[in-house]
């Protein structure tokens, strides 16, 4: 039966049109949007308000004035600190994922200007082995810090973590205790630590530095916690609540400060920066 073959090859591998990766999004709703428009928008979807999981460079473009910005400790890279004889496998997941992200660590920082204010950004990139919490990780913050101080900046911290970094072991939750050292300095300066948790920030980065900021916000709907919820529940042997580790639940216990959305992001962080470290023309004006 003819009419059930084809008889004639008439489509060839030159005529299909496939449709480039990237040039779409589709939100949790189901829209197909552009993803030009979904960059004007700041990476937030227009259709559910759903806050698009970005990292650090579209942080620092929508924070820094213009988008300029000069990165800070660019060449602190994660490395195999143990050197266990079978961390060999690390050792290829490391290169692998520099060379597919272009980045050398979760997290890049930077210093430029927000309305016109100079400050200091650090933001974690989650598509680096999950923004995990390693030695080059407290490096950085470290680093950043020490910047905060000597120039008398304040600090932003943009979290985005699965929690400490498994490979590094101890080294890893010693960063914990060495950014938290730095912090306190940070504090004694009265240099404002500002802290903003996104979508998602567990593990030892919710149970330490992140939630210690002298201001913590979060984005709406981002999930923030220590353990995941299944883990918890099998713990504790009791159903959670509804909405457990969202950003508005955590508002609702006090674990937050405020949530604010993407688009007012900078704006916020601004005012609270003025607030918390006012400028000789502030104080003039706050007399008056």
């Given at each position: 039966?003819?009419?059930?073959?084809?008889?004639?090859?008439?489509?060839?591998?030159e005529?299909k049109?496939?449709?480039?990766?990237?040039?779409?999004?589709?939100?949790?709703?189901?829209?197909?949007?552009?993803?030009?428009?979904?960059?004007?928008?700041?990476?937030?979807?227009?259709?559910?308000?759903?806050?698009?999981?970005?990292?650090?460079?579209?942080?620092?473009?929508?924070?820094?004035?213009?988008?300029?910005?000069?990165?800070?400790?660019?060449?602190?890279?994660?490395?195999?600190?143990?050197?266990?004889?079978?961390?060999?496998?690390?050792?290829?997941?490391?290169?692998d994922?520099?060379k597919?992200?272009?980045?050398?660590?979760?997290?890049?920082?930077?210093?430029?200007?927000?309305?016109?204010?100079?400050?200091?950004?650090?933001?974690?990139?989650?598509?680096?082995?999950?923004?995990?919490?390693?030695?080059?990780?407290?490096?950085?913050?470290?680093?950043?810090?020490?910047?905060?101080?000597?120039?008398?900046?304040?600090?932003?911290?943009?979290?985005?973590?699965?929690?400490?970094?498994?490979?590094?072991?101890?080294?890893?939750?010693?960063?914990?205790?060495?950014?938290?050292?730095?912090?306190?300095?940070?504090?004694?300066a009265?240099?404002?630590?500002?802290?903003?948790?996104?979508?998602?920030?567990?593990?030892?980065?919710?149970?330490?530095?992140?939630?210690?900021?002298?201001?913590?916000?979060?984005?709406?709907?981002?999930?923030?916690?220590?353990a995941?919820?299944?883990?918890?529940?099998?713990?504790?042997?009791?159903?959670?609540?509804?909405?457990?580790?969202?950003?508005?639940?955590?508002?609702?216990?006090?674990?937050?400060?405020?949530?604010?959305?993407?688009?007012?992001?900078?704006?916020?962080?601004?005012?609270?920066?003025?607030?918390?470290?006012?400028?000789g023309?502030?104080?003039?004006?706050?007399?008056?």
């Amino acid at each position: 039966m003819a009419w059930f073959r084809r008889t004639k090859k008439n489509i060839t591998t030159e005529q299909k049109k496939d449709v480039p990766k990237g040039l779409w999004y589709k939100s949790p709703s189901g829209k197909i949007i552009d993803t030009e428009e979904l960059r004007a928008n700041m990476y937030v979807s227009p259709d559910d308000d759903f806050h698009v999981q970005i990292g650090s460079q579209e942080y620092f473009e929508i924070l820094f004035d213009d988008g300029k910005f000069k990165e800070l400790d660019a060449k602190v890279e994660s490395k195999d600190p143990l050197s266990w004889s079978d961390s060999q496998k690390y050792k290829d997941r490391l290169k692998d994922v520099k060379k597919k992200t272009g980045l050398t660590d979760a997290l890049r920082s930077a210093t430029g200007k927000m309305n016109g204010r100079d400050v200091v950004v650090s933001a974690m990139d989650f598509k680096f082995i999950g923004g995990s919490l390693g030695s080059a990780m407290g490096e950085k913050i470290v680093r950043a810090m020490a910047y905060c101080l000597k120039n008398n900046l304040p600090y932003i911290l943009i979290s985005q973590s699965g929690g400490a970094r498994m490979m590094e072991a101890a080294i890893s939750l010693m960063q914990m205790a060495k950014v938290e050292a730095m912090l306190t300095k940070m504090a004694d300066a009265k240099l404002p630590y500002i802290s903003v948790l996104t979508n998602p920030t567990y593990g030892g980065v919710t149970a330490s530095f992140a939630s210690v900021g002298d201001l913590v916000i979060a984005e709406p709907r981002a999930l923030i916690g220590f353990a995941g919820p299944r883990v918890i529940k099998e713990t504790i042997g009791r159903d959670l609540p509804e909405g457990f580790q969202t950003s508005e639940f955590l508002l609702e216990k006090g674990f937050l400060d405020m949530i604010v959305h993407r688009k007012m992001l900078k704006k916020q962080i601004s005012e609270s920066i003025n607030l918390l470290m006012p400028t000789g023309v502030e104080k003039a004006a706050a007399k008056k």
